[in-house]
């Protein structure tokens, strides 16, 4: 049984898993701060890391965002949700940041989606080990931070604000999963007509992760044409 799903777990993968970006030049949306010379595209370019916190609606590119920066600065990235972690789980992460440093000598992000979910004395708990330098802080939310968050947390994070991808983005990120062969459908040589891929646009609303969700089932619903 296990063998059966681990060989077939990849194929099984969502269209959006499977299209999340692996560089900074793929990732689709997010000028305003990735821009020539904007600040986290000078970040990037300068592995200049630091603590913030990624506010924006769902599927604009927050959770992509921090593994690109893990996997640009070559760092530790670890993985945590605010939705089912506690103050054991921060204890062990804290544990784990401290163990890479000291045995190989490499920084850790700790990545904390969902982060308003953390109470306040989850969100306090992280305070000294941020000051201290043990690990690069990395909050994804969706709501304001000045009203989930703690005033302590913020004045050690810096916040970037990401927006709803446009239509040209997402008309861009669709045509990018129609070609792709290995991430994407182009295997499947699909045939969209303008009108309906305008129509799948529209739908998602600026979000990306809706989108390839809503190409996905289309994908599974169309007939073949000689």
Known sequence: ???????????WRPLADRMRPTCLEDYVGQSHLL?????????FQQSALHSMILWGPPGVGKTTLARLLGTHCDVHFINLSAVQAGIKDIRSVVQETHQMQAQYGRQSILFIDEVHRFNKIQQDAFLPFIEEGSFIFIGATTENPSFELNNALLSRTRIYL??????????????KALVDEIRGLGKLQLSIAVECQAMLVRAAEGDA??????????????????
């Open 1 to 11: 049984m296990n063998d059966l799903f681990s060989s077939h777990s990849r194929d």
């Open 35 to 43: 821009g020539m010379d904007k600040s986290l595209r000078v970040a």
């Open 162 to 175: 990401l927006d709803l991808l446009s239509e040209d983005e997402l008309m861009q990120l669709l045509q």
């Open 209 to 226: 992760r809706r989108l390839l969700n809503l190409l996905e089932v289309a994908s599974d619903l169309v007939s073949q044409k000689d």
